[in-house]
């Protein structure tokens, strides 16, 4: 006589997980059929290793201009020198792996808090209604038409020069136009049935937040962080550039102000300027090619396209 043994019950939760696995196994199929996609996050690995083996790669050493007192100065691209030496003999290549660090810990950085603002604000003021969301999007709306380079140089130079000055500056004011779309979104989750037999079940606000609308809006802050990571790298850059920046460390945006304090561009010596600049367009270009392949994946629209 065989006896039959009775399935297992899985709990809600391990279901949720393994909808969860599946449905990231699924989007990493659709991203692998992306060329653009993989052509951008092949490039952003090979950049991000390269800035995490600095020390290995080009030792600290290769920065103390009083060690390096025999290399020449502005020498061009060649065998010995493969990106060219800046003003005073250091090594272009040493300082764009150094400034990488630098460069892609502000984009990441001031992205997350950037993310993290708009996705809060954003959701409070799709789900909340009267004067909580009249308040909530007003702020989003002075914050949108507020320069927000402008503001981010403010405060750069109110406060102490540094990474971590430039992370906060840039977070705190790019954060409006992830709010605007997670809101969008937000009110449209909030009209689905799911959302109201939720709320006529007695859910309160922080259950049908956490429970449903944040799931909702993630996929599409995701598309939106990739994006956003670039014009950080480029705010970085550009506060760098006008001298707002951390001069104790490298970055590309200091390595640009450096030619221009040489004047590199009417010089002659164009490696120095065009070196740093280069690496910052493949770089904003390489996430921008990651977002639109994500966005495409996470939008129905556009993957129906």
């Known amino acids: 006589m065989s006896g ?29 059929r992306s060329r653009s996609g993989m052509v951008g996050i092949i490039f952003l690995v090979v950049v991000i290793v390269l800035s995490l083996l600095a020390p ?17 100065r502005f020498a061009p691209p060649s065998f010995a020198h493969p990106l060219g030496t800046d003003d005073q003999g250091r090594e272009l290549w040493v300082r764009m792996i150094w400034g990488a660090r630098v460069s892609l810990l502000v984009g990441f950085a001031a992205t997350a808090v950037s993310m ?28 949108l038409v507020l320069p927000s380079l402008i503001l981010a140089i403010v405060l750069s130079s109110v406060l102490s020069r540094g ?58 802050v995701l598309a939106n962080t990739t994006l956003t990571v670039g014009a950080a790298i480029i705010a970085e850059s550009t506060l760098s550039f006008l001298g707002l920046g951390d001069t104790t460390l490298q970055s590309w945006g200091s390595v640009l102000k450096n030619s221009m304090d040489v004047s590199a561009a009417t010089a002659g010596y164009w490696w120095y300027v065009l070196v740093p600049g280069i690496a910052i367009v493949l770089v904003v270009l390489a996430f921008t090619l990651v977002g639109r392949a994500v966005e495409t994946i996470v939008n129905p629209t556009l993957r129906s396209r």
Do not use: N
Request: aromatic letters at 10%; a positive charge.
């Open 56 to 72: 290995v790669l080009a030792p600290s050493w290769m920065l103390d201009v009083t060690k390096l007192l025999d290399q020449p």
């Open 116 to 143: 993290v603002i708009g996705t809060i604000v954003g959701i409070a003021a799709g789900h909340f209604t009267g004067w909580t969301g009249g308040l909530l999007m007003r702020l989003i709306d002075f914050f």
């Open 4 to 32: 039959s043994i009775a399935p297992v019950a899985r709990s809600p939760r391990s279901m949720a997980w393994a909808r969860r696995r599946q449905a990231f196994g699924g989007f990493c199929r659709e991203f692998a």
């Open 163 to 220: 990474v971590w000055t430039i992370v906060i500056a840039i977070g705190l004011t790019s954060w409006a136009g992830t709010a605007r779309v997670v809101r969008a979104q937000t009110l449209s989750v909030e009209s689905r049935d799911y959302v109201e037999r939720a709320r006529v079940l007695g859910a309160g606000h922080w259950h049908i937040i956490v429970k449903h609308l944040l799931p909702a809006v993630l996929p599409l």
